[in-house]
């Protein structure tokens, strides 16, 4: 199974950018997906979680300014983040889950650098 990241980069502070990850799994529908990051020295942390119905949860810190979406049909996860902050500097990797079994992918991971 592959995860592939996309949409890091470097963005002014109050801007906004859109990751997105698409995953190579046969039936996208069966995972709970999640956006963790992480920073040097600090453990990985949760962002935003999506689940097979699509509810959602967000870490109190990215509430009211990112959001997490999915289409199954494209295999893909997305994370609109807006307002950003330079301590949204990370990064970002892509997971997923299926309840009830051991199956746990991560993506390689994409730079979002908040700065001006």
């Known amino acids: 199974v592959q995860l592939v990241e996309s949409g890091g980069g470097l963005v002014q502070p109050g801007g906004s950018l859109a990751l997105s990850c698409s995953a190579s799994?046969?039936?996208?529908?069966?995972?709970?997906v999640g956006w963790y990051r992480q920073t040097p020295g600090k453990q990985r942390e949760l962002v935003a979680w999506?689940?097979?119905?699509?509810?959602?949860n967000y870490a109190d810190s990215v509430k009211g300014r990112f959001t997490i979406s999915r289409d199954n049909a494209k295999k893909t996860v997305y994370l609109q983040m807006s307002s950003l902050k330079p301590e949204d500097t990370a990064v970002y990797y892509c997971?997923?889950?299926?309840?009830?079994?051991?199956?746990?992918?991560w993506g390689q991971g994409t730079q979002v650098t908040v700065s001006s």
């Open positions: 997971n997923l889950r299926r309840a009830g079994f051991e199956d746990d992918y």
């Open positions: 799994v046969s039936i996208f529908a069966l995972y709970h």
């Open positions: 999506i689940t097979t119905l699509s509810g959602t």
